[in-house]
């Protein structure tokens, strides 16, 4: 039988409750680990949940919208043809809403099961702008929002990536920036190419974001303004779809904002001028192009 002095059982001791102290310590930080997922989850839980409310409020209330109008234009013969006419405008920007929420939709249920494939065309930037700046027409006009270009604005601008996928990012990007800006100010636009990049900056005169939500609003379901009746301020997907497609597409987006002083949303996406079809990959950004005051 092994005898031990007495100093040689006080260090086993020592050995053996500093083996617990360790022990004690790793289990307090998974314990800990597992507060901050469970909490997370609930809070996952809670975004899904209001996500689910303003997506149900963004697709049920243009489509009763269409309903109730398409409805009396079949109904009521004594309508004149200018009565008509505006409901028929009604009718259409509301589908025109319809399908910009489905599109977000269907494209984030798209990233989500990894089924997303990037394909590269030639096509132009300034005319796919313009496109865009049409199909809102209606939702600019009724804002009393106007669309300010910068003085390098280019007439025309080939480059080739996903015409698809840009087109969703600047819709998104755009809307935002109208429904953001105050009534009756801007939404600046500006293009810039450089060392086969483009640069595109959507500035907004609204009320501006704190620099501590500047990540926060490209996760998914986040929105600033929780209530869920709050009407045009959409469910929380577009904002990270378009980081998601701009990563596929090698680029990235930065955003320049303070609360009261508007925001900035600047992307950039490379030109893929010698590039087949296939998955695109993220890239980092550069610097922003303009101050909010060199637009206004």
Not at 111 to 117: D, N, P, T
Not at 228 to 249: C, D, F, I, N
């Given at each position: 039988m092994t005898s031990f002095t007495d100093q040689q059982l006080i260090e086993e001791l020592q050995r053996r409750i500093e083996q617990r102290r360790q022990a004690y310590d790793e289990l307090e930080q998974l314990n800990q680990t597992l507060r901050q997922v469970n909490?997370?989850?609930?809070?996952?839980?809670?975004?899904?949940?209001?996500?689910?409310?303003?997506?149900?409020?963004?697709?049920?209330?243009?489509?009763t919208s269409i309903i109730s109008l398409s409805e009396s234009l079949s109904a009521d013969e004594n309508l004149s043809m200018d009565q008509i006419r505006r409901r028929a405008a009604v009718i259409h920007q509301e589908a025109v809403q319809l399908d910009f929420q489905w599109h977000n939709i269907f494209a984030s249920a798209e990233?989500?099961?990894?089924?997303?494939?990037v394909e590269y065309y030639d096509f132009d930037v300034i005319q796919l702008l313009k496109e865009i700046a049409t199909k809102f027409d209606k939702t600019t006009a009724d804002r009393n929002v106007r669309f300010?270009?910068?003085?390098s604005f280019p007439e025309k601008l080939i480059i080739r990536s996903d015409p698809q996928k840009l087109q969703l990012i600047l819709e998104n990007l755009i809307m935002n920036a109208v429904q953001q800006t105050y009534h009756g100010t801007a939404v600046g636009i500006s293009v810039d190419y450089k060392d086969e990049t483009l640069t595109i900056a959507v500035a907004d005169q609204g009320a501006g974001i704190d620099s501590a939500d500047h990540a926060r609003i490209f996760d998914r379901f986040v929105r600033l303004n929780t209530a869920?009746?709050?009407?045009?301020?959409?469910?929380?997907?577009?904002?990270?779809?378009?980081?998601?497609?701009?990563?596929?597409?090698g680029g990235s987006i930065k955003?320049?904002?303070?609360?009261?002083?508007?925001?900035?949303?600047?992307?950039?996406?490379?030109?893929?001028?010698?590039?087949?079809?296939?998955?695109?990959?993220?890239?980092?950004?550069?610097?922003?192009?303009?101050?909010?005051s060199e637009l206004f």
């Open positions: 909490q997370k989850l609930i809070e996952a839980e809670g975004l899904k949940t209001n996500f689910l409310s303003n997506a149900r409020n963004e697709i049920i209330n243009p489509l990233i989500e099961a990894g089924e997303v494939m300010v270009y910068a003085a869920v009746a709050t009407p045009g301020q959409g469910h929380g997907l577009g904002l990270p779809l378009t980081k998601s497609y701009l990563e596929l597409l955003l320049q904002s303070q609360r009261d002083h508007g925001s900035i949303f600047t992307l950039q996406i490379p030109d893929q001028k010698n590039k087949a079809n296939s998955n695109g990959a993220a890239a980092h950004g550069q610097d922003f192009l303009f101050d909010p």
